[in-house]
């Protein structure tokens, strides 16, 4: 049989998702991340990989109206938990990051006290919004924690994009957001900002679901160590993978 036939018919037995370009439903923490993350993955594969950035809730009524992501990188594991209970996935949800919360200023505020800060009050904070992001339901936490709760403005972000850009502005006195957001190009000498401790607030356990067969690749890839080392830089910690 001639080379070219051959050829051919290899070709047709590809699947036919093999180099289709993807996009994916990335939850706005990890909008700086999925930047580096695409590119590798496009350098490795020659598959184009396309972002969408907004809440994770968000993501998550729209994947249920029919949206057409490929992957859903949330930014917590129960929204994920939500679409696979509806059977809306093709693979079970599984950890890539755990994210850390910050607390970030621009302006006059004591980030060095920031505990006796918050507690006093008469701040303007930003914070997203908690039934959406999961960020924000931390930051409500930490603000419960220290009865600050109530004592402090708050302005909320329809997600952490906005409430970060609400913070670097000057547009709040400052504001929770991921780790991941200070660490970016761009951000990293805007203001001061401190790691919120842990145990503060419920762990940020970060979970991918795959949507469509030709995102696949990608799906597998956020928890490789070519991907987990790229993650790192940006202050994530590492997954509690299930083997």
Same mark, same amino acid.
């Given at each position: 049989?001639?080379?070219?036939?051959?050829?051919?018919?290899?070709?047709?037995?590809?699947?036919?998702?093999?180099?289709?370009?993807?996009?994916?439903?990335?939850?706005?923490?990890?909008?700086?991340?999925?930047?580096?993350?695409?590119?590798?993955?496009?350098?490795?594969?020659?598959?184009?990989?396309?972002?969408?950035?907004?809440?994770?809730?968000?993501?998550?009524? *729209?994947?249920?109206?029919?949206?057409?992501?490929? @992957?859903?990188?949330?930014?917590? !594991?129960?929204?994920?938990? &939500? /679409? #696979?209970?509806?059977?809306?996935?093709?693979?079970?949800?599984?950890?890539?990051?755990?994210?850390?919360?910050?607390?970030?200023?621009?302006?006059?505020?004591?980030?060095?006290?920031?505990?006796?800060?918050?507690?006093?009050?008469?701040?303007?904070?930003?914070?997203?919004?908690?039934?959406?992001?999961?960020?924000?339901?931390?930051?409500?936490?930490?603000?419960?924690?220290?009865?600050?709760?109530?004592?402090?403005?708050?302005?909320?972000?329809?997600?952490?994009? *906005?409430?970060?850009?609400?913070?670097?502005?000057? @547009?709040?006195?400052?504001?929770? !957001?991921?780790?991941?957001? &200070? /660490? #970016?190009?761009?951000?990293?000498?805007?203001?001061?900002?401190?790691?919120?401790?842990?145990?503060?607030?419920?762990?940020?356990?970060?979970?991918?679901?795959?949507?469509?067969?030709?995102?696949?690749?990608?799906?597998?890839?956020?928890?490789?160590?070519?991907?987990?080392?790229?993650?790192?830089?940006?202050?994530?910690?590492?997954?509690?993978?299930?083997?």
């Amino acid at each position: 049989m001639k080379k070219w036939l051959l050829g051919a018919l290899f070709a047709m037995a590809l699947p036919v998702y093999a180099a289709a370009d993807i996009t994916v439903a990335v939850a706005s923490n990890a909008q700086y991340v999925f930047g580096e993350l695409a590119q590798q993955y496009t350098k490795k594969t020659g598959q184009v990989v396309k972002g969408s950035f907004n809440a994770s809730g968000k993501f998550t009524t *729209q994947i249920r109206n029919g949206a057409p992501y490929a @992957v859903f990188m949330s930014a917590d !594991t129960h929204f994920p938990d &939500v /679409l #696979a209970k509806d059977k809306l996935v093709l693979e079970a949800p599984k950890e890539y990051a755990h994210g850390q919360l910050v607390l970030w200023s621009t302006q006059k505020f004591d980030v060095n006290n920031w505990r006796a800060a918050l507690a006093k009050g008469g701040h303007k904070l930003a914070i997203a919004n908690p039934d959406t992001a999961p960020y924000g339901r931390a930051a409500n936490q930490v603000l419960k924690g220290l009865g600050a709760e109530g004592k402090n403005q708050i302005v909320q972000g329809t997600n952490i994009g *906005q409430t970060s850009q609400y913070i670097e502005s000057g @547009v709040v006195d400052a504001g929770f !957001t991921a780790k991941s957001v &200070v /660490l #970016a190009d761009g951000m990293k000498n805007r203001g001061k900002w401190v790691e919120i401790p842990a145990n503060l607030y419920d762990p940020i356990a970060q979970s991918v679901v795959l949507l469509k067969p030709e995102g696949k690749g990608f799906y597998d890839f956020l928890t490789t160590a070519e991907a987990q080392n790229i993650m790192k830089k940006y202050g994530y910690g590492k997954p509690n993978v299930k083997k």
